[in-house]
């Protein structure tokens, strides 16, 4: 019996064991339920805040590639904004008032640091020990010498000074023009019959054309020059001459007389050309211009083609402008030059001059135009664009040292010297095409530095081309200050008439700028071509 109750017993005891076990199990199954519930709502949250970050992933790179593009965006315009003569290829005369006016406080800046350091140190202001000043001075032989001028009276008691002591004399010269006034020259043109029956007047006075009543050589002279170098319209023109000589003319006869002297300088043209082809070295430029022929129905008759441009091609004393109908080929092959000239020429970038460069001994291309455009690269972006700065370092260092050995009497420069400063730019260009390889511009285009870098790169030869002739200059600065009369022009008048009086007004600066570098007086060069006879480089001597 006492056998049968402890199995009684322990089968009890296994059996309620076995029931806490299933109890355990059953909670356990139901919190592991609970569980995989938890879990599956779990990842499935995670699932989608896993969806949701990559969403706001892709968000976060498109406002990134979006704030990329705005600060190209940014950097462009702000370039734009900010560009003139000192950051880009634009012309001097095209900044605005703010523009030329820092460019002169930084230009009186430089000139005064070098007077300083010429010195030794800061100068007082005013003229320098030494200098001779530029006031006027007394004349030895005046024109004109007036009695005495005696005083009336006293001052303080107003009492006569007839004999009274002389105390002394002071000398007083004024520097004046007499009074302008027109002088009427009456000549008597005898006209006498040969024995043969033929009948013979006497000559014209020379620079006198028509008749019976003709304008002089001295008037038509100074009309002329108030035209071209005045840069003025036909109808202000007749308004100075009336203004200054009395003497009544109209818009007519100014254009007639200006077509004239344009005709007349054909001969003069030819000869320039010719001296230019015999030089060695000439420096270019060309600059856009407008005509009243750039209406909007002309444009459509001629077609986009039609786009007036000036050039120049001129060395130290011989200046040659020409206009051409467009900025290409078709105008720079019909000036006859470009093609027949086989030395060295100095030009910016443009490419219409590459045509011609496999007959040119070499192509420079202008530094200071490379500078510019680096300097706006730099100043649109100074921390990312430091190589453009570097480069500007480069090009000045470059040059110095080709005056430094021209000062030393050396013909030309080691090609150590030259290797040295070859390797320094080609690592400069390459960290301007690496730092802005992968770089877009708004557009999707390349980035502008980028376009520059490998330029400057591309054309290492053309560039430093001036460090092996030091005869080639490193700039076309001399080429722009040609072309600064056109703009002057262009200020005052808006436009040129016609495509035609443009070529006429080109002619006509070529003569006063080239007579002028040597030094024959404006109204003597226009009285010898109006009277037929224009000074040329190749007869150099000045008419009377």
């Known amino acids: 019996m006492g056998s049968d109750a402890g199995s ?161 004399r002071e000398r007083l010269q004024v520097v004046d023009i007499p009074a302008i006034t027109a002088l009427v020259t009456e000549y008597l043109l005898v006209s006498r019959r040969c024995g043969c029956g033929a009948v013979t007047c006497a000559e014209l006075p020379e620079g006198v054309r028509g008749g019976p009543v003709a304008y002089g050589p001295n008037l038509k002279g100074a009309a002329a020059l108030i035209f071209a170098h005045g840069h003025v319209s036909h109808e202000r023109t007749a308004e100075l001459v009336a203004g200054l000589f009395e003497v009544a003319v109209s818009t007519g006869w100014i254009g007639k007389l200006v077509a004239q002297l344009a005709e007349q300088l054909h001969g003069f043209e030819g000869a320039l050309k010719t001296a230019l082809l015999a030089e060695p070295v000439l420096v270019g430029d060309e600059t856009p211009v407008n005509t009243i022929e750039d209406s909007v129905e002309t444009k459509a008759q001629r077609g986009r083609a039609f786009s007036p441009h000036v050039f120049t091609l001129r060395c130290g004393d011989l200046i040659w402008l ?57 100043e649109a972006e100074p921390a990312a664009q430091a190589w453009a700065r570097e480069m500007i370092e480069l090009l000045r260092a470059a040059r110095r040292l080709v005056q430094g050995a021209l000062v030393a009497g050396r013909g030309a420069l080691t090609a150590e010297e030259i290797e040295k400063v070859r390797e320094h730019y080609l690592a400069c260009a390459s960290k301007g095409i690496g730092r802005n390889l992968r770089r877009r511009t708004s557009t999707g285009g390349k980035h502008p530095a ?93 008419a009377p």
């Open 8 to 168: 009684q017993s322990s089968y009890e005891e296994l059996v309620a064991a076995l029931a806490r076990r299933d109890a355990v199990i059953d909670r356990q199954g139901t919190q592991i339920a609970r569980q995989v519930v938890l879990i599956e709502d779990l990842a499935g949250r995670l699932a989608a805040a896993e969806a949701r970050t990559g969403e706001l992933e892709a968000v976060h790179e498109a406002d990134l590639a979006r704030l990329e593009a705005l600060e190209v965006l940014v950097a462009e315009l702000a370039g734009r904004l900010g560009r003139d003569s000192r950051t880009s290829s634009k012309p001097p005369g095209s900044d605005g008032p703010a523009s030329r006016a820092e460019r002169r406080a930084v230009q009186n800046k430089q000139r005064q640091d070098e007077r300083d350091a010429a010195a030794g140190g800061r100068r007082k202001r005013g003229g320098q020990a030494g200098h001779r000043g530029g006031g006027l001075e007394l004349s030895a032989d005046p024109d004109v010498r007036m009695p005495p001028s005696e005083p009336a009276a006293c001052d303080r008691c107003g009492a006569g000074l007839a004999g009274a002591v002389l105390v002394g």
């Open 322 to 378: 020409g206009a051409g109908h467009t900025r290409g080929h078709a105008a720079l092959d019909s000036f006859g030059l470009l093609e027949r000239y086989c030395g060295v020429l100095v030009s910016d970038d443009f490419g219409g001059y590459t045509k011609y460069e496999a007959r040119l001994t070499a192509r420079q291309l202008c530094n200071q135009h490379l500078i510019r455009s680096l300097r706006g690269v730099h």
């Open 450 to 542: 980028l376009v520059l870098a490998l330029r400057l790169k591309t054309k290492i030869d053309m560039v430093l081309y001036h460090l092996r002739d030091f005869k080639v200059p490193w700039t076309s600065n001399l080429a722009e200050q040609a072309l600064r009369g056109v703009k002057i022009h262009l200020k005052v008048s808006g436009c040129f008439r016609t495509l035609e009086t443009t070529r006429a007004y080109c002619r006509i600066q070529s003569y006063l700028a080239t007579t002028r570098l040597h030094a024959i007086p404006a109204m003597d060069a226009l009285r010898a071509a109006l009277a037929g006879r224009p000074w040329t480089p190749l007869t150099p001597n000045p």
